[in-house]
């Protein structure tokens, strides 16, 4: 039961959080994230949000690949 809780906090905490926010800056532009456009504060907010996502797909590669010699 805890797992299963634990595990729904980290998805929502580390994925849904930050797609929504993704979200947020798609649809409605830096604005919507409270950044001016055309400005190096949107590029910042722009590559802070990429390298979040290459660094957790990085986590979530490496996380599945030592689970599968792990747990054999």
Not at 18 to 25: E, I, Q, S
Not at 34 to 45: C, I, S, Y
Request: proline content about 4%; some cysteine; glycine content about 12%.
């Amino acid at each position: 039961m805890f797992g299963l809780i634990t595990k729904t906090l980290c998805v929502s905490v580390g994925y849904l959080y930050p797609a929504y926010k993704c979200f947020k800056l798609l649809r409605g532009g830096p604005e919507a994230i409270g950044a001016a456009p055309g400005t190096t504060e949107e590029r910042d907010v722009v590559k802070g949000i990429l390298k979040y996502w290459i660094v957790m797909a990085g986590f979530t590669a490496v996380e599945l690949v030592a689970d599968t010699f792990v747990f054999w």
